[in-house]
């Protein structure tokens, strides 16, 4: 304690804010195993972990950290770090300013002395962490430390993790969970604490909760007067779904402003574990440029086609499988054991397709990092791409199944399940069970009771998955984890505690043990969620209602998970919620196509859901390509209207533009002008110093006799102009009056 104390005073005055008091103002810890299961951890060229741990410390030096050193347990030291001191830090706000202000992301040039230009935009918490960590991990050639845990020389570095504010996360979820709205503020707090990034996708839930009202009102409306697949509903739907998206990407736009971020995705995150073949300079620039192939990369790009048709085959097969297993046992099959029968589909699916989505995951991940993307945004696009496909194909092929292939053709596919026969058979199982033979009719409910299974069971199963999942995980993991290590005679207990510090050691072991927050996993739910609402809400109106509840409440359950359920959040930045944006118009589009399908196979049907009549190809062809032009010609309008309306931020960035200008032509002639002024004061207005007109010396000689010399000086000043503009006025009347 005594040492840490002493490291605060070491600094004087420019102490960290007070929110890092409480956690003895370490800005992050830095998680080092130097044993795994009572034997020296392995760091892949032999060395000792001694020899890891001293280059790591000094390194974190020369970057600039002071550095503390505390047991961690289980095999690991904590390493406590902080900046070194408050002006290293003005120097990296100063520097980071200027990155932004050459890549265009801030208008104006920061001012030389940081001092004065922090008063006029004090560091937020978040911005502090952010320049921290990128000291940390930034290579050396951008001015850090390059530390990236699991990578190259740092094998033993386990994580770099921030501490959490428990104060700030207490009341924050207080506030949260006693009112309605979150407004603008609200989401300033949270971009100041947690970077823009995640502030972003808060901006984006609640901009999507305010927006389900309009189809909730609608849905209901429909529920209660409308015919079922009315297409009245199905087209307010795809409407109010444009006008959502484009109206989305100008509130982008407003916040990105308004948070000083718009363009900073053209600042790119380098990904350390990027591979070059070759270092080359820029012939023009004479920037050092890392190398690697496009063509490369290109192959490597294209095994996400043979990928994605493996999974989507993979999991559709999965899906159709299991889906035509449980129509046989529950609308075929008759025979004993129906009961418990009839849930082992459920089962079958709710095991194994987690199973092999996670392991699809892992595939995509690995394939992403093959790829070998050197930042970290096309990086994150990458996969983002490959995880929507998959969870696109879990989510909705098995409403698209039964809504165009079992309704439609039911009666004529569902007798070849017979085939199932052959192994119902093997339990002693005979023909007189199934009713196939007798005339087998769907099951008119089936396409609602499913819709209803995503949109309201997946949802709360999802929920409190997502809330209870991480906190049992790491009970497991850790029990498991010491279980281990008492077999190899590891002390699970952090030894050597200084009394005093126990309490805060033992908070940051159990922050070490938390997962890592990613956003783009809560955004990915909230993208599928929309994606139900586009594609299928014809089915069941009232879907909206549904996700407006759910949403108020997954809005808080985010909140607490962040702060309860994982490590504080590295602050990152970003201008929008990035790719999930094209997959939100990808939704918006296939909706249109969808919800006309759906309105045409099934408003003809005589009972709701029940087997539809009168179709032709044709017909549905006709429709589709119908609602398809009018989706397009919608977005048009929609996008132009937008553009019409005056954005906020555009106009603020407009305004900071031309006051950039502003000061900076003022700038160039504002010293003339304040000594004019001076002199003014001084002299009453005559013309002494400034804008007299040059003689001798210093401008062009001026003869007595030189007419224009005498011209200049024969007014002394501004009121000798006014006197005698005056006198000239005066003398003209008084002779107009004598000659009247
Ligand atoms: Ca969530």
């Known amino acids: 304690m005594e040492a840490l104390k002493g490291a605060t005073k070491a600094t004087g005055t420019n102490s960290p804010p007070p929110h890092f008091a409480a956690n003895l103002d370490v800005e992050y810890v830095i998680v080092f195993r130097y044993a795994n299961a009572g034997v020296s951890a392995q760091t892949g060229d032999s060395t000792p972990p001694e020899e890891q741990l001293e280059k790591l410390l000094h390194t974190l030096d020369l970057a600039g950290l002071r550095t503390v050193v505390r047991d961690g347990g289980n095999g690991t030291l904590l390493i406590f770090t902080r900046i070194r001191s408050e002006k290293k830090l003005l120097g990296e706000i100063y520097r980071s300013r200027v990155r932004d202000w050459l890549h265009g992301i801030r208008p104006a040039a920061p001012e030389k002395e940081t001092q004065k230009s922090l008063e006029r935009e004090p560091l937020t918490d978040g911005e502090r962490l952010r320049l921290v960590y990128s000291l940390i991990t930034l290579p050396n050639s951008e001015g850090g430390a390059g530390i990236t845990p699991k990578q190259g020389e740092w094998t033993l570095v386990e994580s770099v993790f921030a501490l959490h504010d428990r104060e700030f996360n207490k009341k924050w979820l207080k506030d949260w969970s006693t009112k309605w709205m979150i407004g603008p503020e609200d989401l300033k707090v949270i971009r100041d604490r947690f970077g823009e990034k995640i502030a972003f996708y808060f901006a984006f839930i609640q901009w999507y909760f305010i927006a389900l009202s309009v189809p909730a009102a609608l849905g209901l409306f429909a529920y209660l007067f409308l015919p079922a697949y009315s297409s009245l509903f199905a087209i307010g739907n795809c409407l109010w779904s444009v006008v959502f998206v484009e109206y989305w990407k100008r509130q982008e736009i407003d916040l990105a402003v308004q948070w000083g971020v718009r363009h900073c995705s053209t600042v790119q995150r380098k990904r350390a ?66 009961v418990i029968l ?221 702060c309860m359920e994982m490590q504080r959040p590295i602050p990152n930045r970003a201008d929008s919620i990035g790719p999930w944006l094209y997959n939100l118009s990808f939704l918006t589009w296939l909706g249109s196509i969808s919800s006309a399908a759906l309105v045409y196979i099934f408003s003809s049907a005589d009972l709701e859901g029940g087997p539809p009549k009168g179709l032709t ?82 401008g062009r000689p001026l003869a007595d006799g030189d007419l224009s010399g005498k011209f200049w000086r024969s007014q002394n000043g501004w009121k000798d102009s006014v006197n005698a503009g005056v006198q000239i006025m005066d003398y003209v009347k008084k002779q107009e009056k004598k000659t009247q």
């Open 273 to 338: 574990e990027f591979q070059f073949e070759a270092e080359a300079t820029d012939p023009v620039t004479g920037e050092k440029i890392r190398y690697f192939p496009a063509y490369k990369r290109l192959t490597r790009q294209l095994i996400q086609v043979p990928f994605a048709l493996f999974a989507a085959s993979c999991l559709a097969i999965i899906i159709a499988g299991v889906f035509s297993i449980e129509i046989f046992l529950v609308e075929v099959y008759q025979g004993p054991l129906k």
């Open 342 to 562: 009839k849930f082992l589909p459920t089962v079958l699916l709710s095991i194994s397709i987690p199973i092999v989505s996670t392991i699809l995951t892992g595939f995509a991940t690995k394939l992403t990092e093959f790829e070998n993307y050197e930042n970290q945004d096309s990086y994150e696009a990458a996969l983002t791409q490959k995880i929507f496909v998959l969870n696109f194909i879990t989510g909705y092929f098995p409403l698209f199944l039964t809504a165009f292939v079992y309704v439609p053709f039911g009666e004529v596919l569902v007798p070849y399940l017979d085939i199932l026969n052959v192994t119902v058979q093997h339990f002693g199982h005979d023909e007189k069970y199934t009713t196939s033979d007798t005339g087998f009719q769907i099951n008119p409910s089936r396409l609602k009771a499913q819709m209803i299974y995503f949109v309201v069971t997946a949802q709360v199963v999802g929920f409190v998955l997502e809330t209870i999942l991480p906190q049992l995980k790491r009970t497991v993991f850790k029990k498991a984890k010491e279980f281990d290590s008492r077999r190899k005679g590891i002390n699970t207990e952090a030894v050597l505690d200084p009394p005093e510090e126990k309490k805060f050691l033992d908070q940051v072991r159990y922050e070490a043990e938390l997962e890592v927050y990613d956003v783009t996993v809560d955004l990915r739910e909230m993208c599928m969620q929309f994606g139900y609402l586009t594609l299928f809400s014809p089915i069941w109106p009232i879907t909206a209602v549904s996700f407006l509840i759910n949403n108020l409440i997954e809005i808080r359950g985010d909140a607490a998970k962040i």
């Open 617 to 698: 190809f044709h017909g549905l062809l006709l429709s589709v390509m119908l609602s398809e032009h009018v989706y397009f010609g919608a977005r048009f309008v929609v996008s132009y209207a937008m553009s019409k309306i005056q954005s906020v931020g555009l106009e603020t960035e407009r305004k900071e533009k031309y006051m950039v200008r502003k000061r900076y032509l003022e700038e160039s002639f504002g010293m003339e002008n304040e000594l004019i002024r001076q002199e003014d004061e001084k002299t009453g207005g005559s013309y002494t110093g400034v804008g007299v007109v040059p003689s001798g010396q210093d």
